[in-house]
């Protein structure tokens, strides 16, 4: 126990070190695709990219977002640097293929790709209606297997540069949380996919790396409504939402650090121990800190 304990200080120790190693030549000239970039972590990761130097194609639902988001890379990055978006709804599988296509063309290939997007389903117990049975395939859908798709067809054009692949995830995809049944489910199976992915892409010498960040409550603007629409004021005032802009950096530099786990805010990485640890107690916490709906 104490020398698992003393290993993982050690590791915790490390990975800080490791991320304090960023520099921007590591992201500068890269061509990078942010998927669900019209708001949010997407967004600011947008920003990120383009702060730092890269070439960014960002793509979501709503073209006039997707305007805006890139008239202010351009404000943030230089006249050498490539902006694009491409307008595109997660549920429409088959439009995946030609998504990353389509990214290629506009950058001239692909070096990051960035899965960020999530379906936002509205909070509540799971009751087995037909309602939470279509919306579970929904969310399903865009959350896990359009993820699968797109870093599939994006996989051949980010080996050709040892490229990377950043999953954005969450701490319901280590712990199962109460309301959000369904997202938590997508987010275990991106952990389980992407996961045996990497052991594949290692045993094959294929240098691509895919990096998974588990973030914990970040202040996004549709993260605070909902959560405040659904009566958990008290979670948000005892937690501290994490800002979405220091959250898109540390996702940023996991990326370009090429390091297996992102956790953040580094809370997230505690609260975790306890999982392996002490389940009950974990379930407990946090059954404490949620409130019943209104
Ligand atoms: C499940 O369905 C019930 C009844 O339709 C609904 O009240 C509840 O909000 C749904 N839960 C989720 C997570 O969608
Ligand atoms: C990718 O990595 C392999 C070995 O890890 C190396 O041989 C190759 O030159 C690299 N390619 C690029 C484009 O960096």
Same mark, same amino acid.
């Given at each position: 126990? !104490? ?15 490791? !991320?304090?190693? #960023? ?19 997407? =967004? ?18 709503? =073209?006039?977002? &997707? ?10 990055? %230089? ?10 709804? +997660? ?5 995946? =293929? ?20 999530? &379906? ?34 994006? &996989?051949?054009?980010?080996?050709? %540069? ?31 996919? #992407?996961?045996? @992915? ?13 990096? &998974?960040?588990? @973030? ?7 993260? !605070? ?23 898109? @950096?540390?996702? +940023? ?9 992102? #956790? ?9 121990? #306890? ?5 009950? !107690? ?6 404490? +800190?949620?409130? +019943?709906? =209104?």
């Amino acid at each position: 126990m !104490i020398l698992k304990l003393f290993v993982v200080m050690c590791g915790m120790i490390l990975g800080h070190w490791l !991320i304090d190693d #960023f520099d921007s030549g590591l992201v500068k000239g890269k061509r990078v695709l942010v998927t669900g970039a019209s708001t949010g972590i997407g =967004e600011q990761l947008a920003y990120q990219y383009a702060e730092h130097g890269a070439h960014v194609v960002i793509t979501a639902r709503r =073209e006039n977002r &997707l305007k805006e988001v890139i008239e202010e890379c351009k404000t943030r990055g %230089n006249k050498d640097q490539k902006f694009g978006y491409i307008v595109g709804d +997660m549920l429409d599988i088959d439009s995946t =293929e030609n998504l990353i296509k389509n990214a290629v063309d506009k950058l001239g290939g692909l070096d990051v790709v960035v899965l960020n997007h999530i &379906l936002l389903n509205t909070l509540g117990f799971w009751e087995g209606s037909s309602h939470n049975f279509s919306s579970l395939e929904r969310i399903m859908t865009v959350n896990f297997h359009s993820y699968v798709h797109l870093a599939s067809h994006a &996989l051949p054009y980010v080996e050709k %540069n040892n490229g990377s692949i950043v999953v954005v995830s969450s701490v319901a995809g280590k712990v199962g949380q109460m309301y959000v049944t369904g997202y938590s489910a997508s987010k275990f199976a991106l952990g389980g996919f #992407f996961g045996g @992915l990497r052991q594949e892409l290692r045993m094959r010498n294929r240098d691509v790396s895919i990096t &998974l960040c588990t @973030l914990g409550l970040i202040g996004t603007e549709t993260a !605070i409504n909902a959560l405040s629409n659904f009566g958990q004021d008290f979670i948000l005032k005892a937690v501290g939402p994490a800002s979405p802009r220091d959250t898109a @950096l540390a996702v +940023m530099k996991g990326g370009a650090l090429r390091v297996r786990e992102v #956790f953040y805010p580094e809370s997230v990485y505690y609260q975790l121990l #306890f999982r392996d640890w002490c389940p009950e !107690i974990l379930d407990y916490f946090i059954r404490w +800190m949620t409130s +019943m709906p =209104e």
